[in-house]
């Protein structure tokens, strides 16, 4: 069974801060893995995707990594700040076909909520 | 990036009555939709996936005739919640997928249903 799997669970840092959220998976066939940033009560926003050629991502201040190998991915937040408190969600996606087209079938992990205090 | 647009974005409705969600890709055709349901803490769980023109798969465990989808055409699918109970009161989000396989999520829709 395809799962994600991320860690920690919850996390609570001060504004400034340094962290990383940890991310590990068993979708095959893998075709890319996303990290998704969700505010309470929003749909969530891309913030990376690499596929299976990339080991590292940057988008501002989030980065992130993937060793496809040990299929495993973290993403690294650089000075948080208190914008920064929300649900991180890591998604993994196996390529897959329908009528003709394909699309990604995504798993989700449970996220990581973070918060970010003052 | 893609924008899609999910609407509405809160309902409250009475117990028995159908609830209509839309779910639009303003700026790119979706070849295929997604439609998920989301508890507070816990991450989305797909419902079900449909591609335009053909009808939606549902995932196991989701009565099809309780959730509706229509996906008309390559810029609008619907989620209908059919004779709706508190159990149903949920968070729905949609995404849509391009030929790329990048999928772009909808703002969400909070069902409450009294």
């Known amino acids: 069974k395809n799962q994600v799997e991320q860690s920690p669970q919850s996390l609570i840092i001060l504004e400034g801060k340094n962290c990383t959220l940890q991310?590990?998976?068993?979708?095959?066939?893998?075709?890319?893995l996303r990290w998704y940033k969700q505010d309470t009560g929003r749909g969530p926003v891309s913030l990376t995707i690499?596929?299976?050629?990339?080991n590292t991502k940057s988008n501002g201040r989030y980065t992130a990594t993937l060793d496809a190998d040990t299929k495993q991915s973290s993403l690294h937040i650089t000075a948080s700040q208190l914008s920064d408190s929300a649900s991180y969600i890591c998604?993994?996606?196996?390529?897959?076909?329908?009528?003709?087209?394909?699309?990604?079938?995504?798993?989700f992990g449970q996220g990581t909520i973070l918060t970010v205090h003052p | 990036g893609a924008v899609v647009s999910q609407h509405p974005s809160r309902v409250i409705c009475k117990s028995g009555t159908s609830v209509k969600i839309e779910c639009r890709s303003l700026?790119?055709?979706?070849?295929?939709m997604f439609w998920y349901r989301q508890f507070p803490k816990q991450s989305l769980m797909l419902m079900a996936t449909?591609?335009?023109?053909?009808?939606?798969?549902?995932e196991q465990g989701v009565e099809k005739d309780k959730f509706l989808i229509n996906h008309a055409s390559l810029t609008l699918s619907t989620l209908t919640v059919t004779s709706a109970h508190p159990e149903d009161s949920s968070f729905y989000i949609c995404?849509?997928?391009?030929?790329?396989?990048?999928?772009?999520f909808g703002q969400g829709t909070r069902l409450t249903v009294v």
């Open positions: 995404s849509a997928s391009t030929e790329l396989a990048e999928a772009f």
């Open positions: 991310c590990n998976y068993t979708v095959s066939p893998f075709s890319n």
């Open positions: 690499m596929t299976f050629s990339e």
């Open positions: 998604v993994v996606s196996e390529e897959m076909y329908a009528g003709g087209t394909s699309y990604g079938k995504l798993t």
């Open positions: 700026d790119f055709q979706a070849t295929t």
């Open positions: 449909s591609n335009e023109g053909s009808k939606a798969t549902y």
